[in-house]
């Protein structure tokens, strides 16, 4: 594959060198559901790396599992065994969040989303990953559960070298300005017009 | 995340659990990069649903390599291991197929690609994956190195449960015609029009 054109000679005064490893900001939305799917593919890459990995899932439910999660734990354990690639965190919602001591409040979804951008920041500000997965993040800052010009700051302010990918429908625009890549994803067709239903190795 | 709404019933005369195991036929096209990584990501829900999966790049380059080729050799060798997941095989025309007695030939990319295609459409008929990623392969089909109304035959009428996920630019209109879902990836905003150069991790 070529890698792309450089249409802009950068005026920002970075050297190449500097401006080659920026930390990028990426949002996938729109209303295919590529999005997730294509953050994990991203993922994948930095796993190779040797970077260290943190997907957090602003999903609902526990029962919700993509097949994503049980291959980004086994390359979690190839890299505890071998040294392969990088080490993995993947923490759900849902299921209340894995860090803390209670179990999801299941009736207070405002409040489990907060306390997981919480230690997003928290962890963004000691550099605790390389690439951070935020999936379906979009969904509680849509609903003010979390407040977008907060998150806006902690990223655009992050220290080092964090690249966060960001997954959702109706990213807020503030996001979306503060993002280096957006990616939508466009529905051209898609099966369940014609009456398929999700199906597993598919859908999830 | 909730299942999409079927919005139409169909009247295709198949059972609800035929219609949920159809084997699909995906065309990720669009100018963006997110076309293989969400392939990729894709294959990943199939490994984990314990499918073989074949991946086939259409790279003119043995020195291209992403990250998730890493990744899910990886996975295939967790497989191998530890029976978890599915088998995986990740072919690239660059570097001369690898069930060729031949190197790559460098000077005949268009007999490259017909050979890879050969070799598909053999194992489509035998059923040797579940899951295959046909990755930049609308090139070959775009330059006429591959008939395009062969490939559709082969696909649509392939036997038993194969899923088969293609990705480039500028897919054939009959390759959209009949497919069952297709994704177009938009460039919303690119870090190379700013002159971002490409970077580990992130590009490749």
Redesign the interface.
């Known amino acids: 594959?070529p890698?792309?054109?450089?249409?802009?000679?950068?005026t920002?005064g970075l050297t190449?060198r500097q401006?080659?490893?920026?930390p990028?900001l990426v949002v996938?939305?729109?209303v295919?559901?590529?999005k997730?799917?294509?953050?994990?593919?991203?993922a994948?890459?930095?796993?190779?790396?040797g970077?260290s990995i943190g997907v957090f899932q602003f999903?609902k439910s526990a029962k919700?599992k993509?097949?994503?999660e049980?291959?980004f734990r086994?390359?979690g354990?190839?890299h505890s065994r071998t040294g392969?690639?990088g080490p993995v965190e993947w923490h759900k919602m849902g299921s209340g969040w894995s860090w803390s001591r209670k179990a999801g409040t299941e009736t207070d979804h405002a409040a489990d989303a907060a306390e997981g951008w919480a230690e997003i920041r928290r962890r963004i500000g000691t550099e605790a990953h390389?690439?951070y997965v935020l999936d379906?993040f979009t969904y509680p800052l849509k609903w003010g559960w979390i407040d977008v010009d907060e998150v806006v700051d902690v990223l655009v302010n992050r220290p080092g070298q964090q690249?966060v990918i960001i997954t959702g429908r109706d990213a807020p625009q503030a996001l979306?300005e503060a993002?280096?890549?957006?990616?939508?994803?466009?529905?051209?067709?898609?099966?369940?017009?014609?009456?398929?239903?999700?199906?597993?190795?598919?859908?999830?």
């Open positions: 594959m890698q792309g054109q450089v249409s802009v000679t950068p920002d190449t401006r080659r490893n920026r990028l996938h939305t729109g295919m559901k590529g997730s799917t294509a953050a994990f593919g991203m994948l890459r930095g796993w190779n790396q970077w999903v919700w993509v097949g994503e049980e291959a086994a390359l354990e190839v392969q690639g390389r690439v379906e690249h979306v993002a280096d890549l957006v990616m939508e994803t466009t529905k051209v067709k898609h099966p369940m017009d014609a009456g398929q239903k999700g199906q597993r190795g598919i859908e999830w």
